[in-house]
């Protein structure tokens, strides 16, 4: 537990938590091992993102991804069902992959600058 796995492990556990697949902690895990950081730390991250608050991350990281890519989609008619995603996923993945890159990256990277800030501050505090 130091600051540099410490920091590490709130990037890759934020940007993880972002990836719009199932079981999001095995490439966490993957990626902490890679690079040596904080598993707990990532995976609790991970958990974030769960069956109560991934709809509405998914939905926010797709709005963000269609005003990146400047697609604008449809979603007034949706259908919460595998037989609508898969008819309209031609027409989302770009936006959705996008906007859950960005989001998972912007999220980790202010994770990471602040557990440096805050555990820089909290060493010369000591």
Request: aromatic share 14%; net charge neutral; proline share 6%.
């Amino acid at each position: 537990m130091n600051r540099h796995s410490v920091s590490e492990a709130f990037l890759w556990g934020f940007l993880c938590c972002f990836l719009p697949i199932p079981f999001q902690m095995a490439p966490c895990l993957l990626l902490c091992i890679w690079r040596r950081c904080n598993i707990p730390i990532a995976i609790a991250l991970v958990w974030i993102s769960n069956p109560i608050t991934m709809a509405p991350m998914m939905y926010f990281a797709f709005e963000v991804g269609a005003w990146i890519t400047g697609q604008s989609v449809d979603l007034s008619t949706y259908d919460l069902s595998w037989d609508w995603l898969v008819s309209r996923l031609a027409e989302i993945w770009m936006p959705l992959i996008v906007g859950c890159l960005t989001c998972g990256l912007t999220l980790g990277v202010l994770g990471f600058l602040g557990v440096q800030l805050y555990w820089g501050m909290r060493a010369k505090a000591d």
